[in-house]
T-cell receptor
Framework: NAGVTQTPKFQVLKTGQSMTLQCAQD?????MYWYRQDPGMGLRLIYYSASEGTTDKGEVPNGYNVSRLNKREFSLRLESAAPSQTSVYFC??????????????FGSGTRLTVV | GENVEQHPSTLSVQEGDSAVIKCTYS??????FPWYKQELGKRPQLIIDIRSNVGEKKDQRIAVTLNKTAKHFSLHITETQPEDSAVYFC????????????FGTGTLLAVQP
């Protein structure tokens, strides 16, 4: 049981290039999330998907798109990467109505550098 | 939307002392408040959480208190050890179908041996 799997773990892009960050969970969770983490700013929500077939913007959606391909997979796409998108990206998932103590499960992160 | 403020941004304590990290939230409808610990280069890990119908929760050396009226909650770590050194994040959630978590900006805790 792998939990939440993110690929790739590291990536360097040139300004203007595009790429897709992949996330998959094997826990049959309904909700999935993409966060970015920058020094001194905590984790900020980019997009989320409350259930298969739905996606919504979070706090910082500009420059990103997402696809909830099926219940397991939730991808994040950068169409034209900018240096301001240099960050560590975390995917997470959670079961709807999960009892207290069953918070998010995070992936191991993707460290993205845009030069 | 919800906003979570966290203080202090850095905290240095001597081994064996207590550490307290404080957070305030803006949306009075928030009902779930977890705390995460993140070690360098690792993913955030849930260490304790509390729901809005509870004022305090304790798990060994870690405790969380919640003041709904003032809209603030705190993490208390007693008898700190070097392995407690990490970044700690508070978060708040309105619950419901989306279960969005809004995070504070983090506290870097350094426990000096």
């Amino acid at each position: 049981n792998a939990g939440v799997t993110q690929t790739p773990k590291f990536q360097v892009l040139k300004t203007g290039q595009s790429m897709t960050l992949q996330c998959a969970q094997d826990m049959n969770h309904n909700s999935m999330y993409w966060y970015r983490q920058d020094p001194g700013m905590g984790l900020r929500l980019i997009y989320y998907s409350a259930s298969e077939g739905t996606t919504d913007k979070g706090e910082v959606p500009n420059g990103y798109n997402v696809s909830r391909l099926n219940k397991r997979e939730f991808s994040l796409r950068l169409e034209s990467a900018a240096p301001s998108q240099t960050s560590v990206y975390f995917c997470a998932s959670r079961t709807r109505g999960a009892p207290v103590g069953e918070g998010y499960t995070f992936g191991s992160g993707t460290r993205l550098t845009v030069v | 939307g919800e906003n979570v403020e966290q203080h202090p941004s850095t905290l240095s304590v001597q081994e064996g002392d207590s550490a307290v990290i404080k957070c305030t939230y803006s949306d009075s409808a928030s009902n779930y408040f977890p705390w995460y610990k993140q070690e360098l280069g690792k993913r955030p890990q849930l260490i304790i959480d509390i729901r809005s119908n509870v004022g305090e929760k304790k798990d060994q050396r870690i405790a969380v208190t919640l003041n709904k009226t003032a809209k603030h909650f705190s993490l208390h770590i007693t008898e700190t050890q070097p392995e407690d050194s990490a970044v700690y994040f508070c978060a708040a959630s309105l619950g419901g179908a989306t279960n969005k978590l809004i995070f504070g900006t983090g506290t870097l805790l350094a426990v000096q041996p």
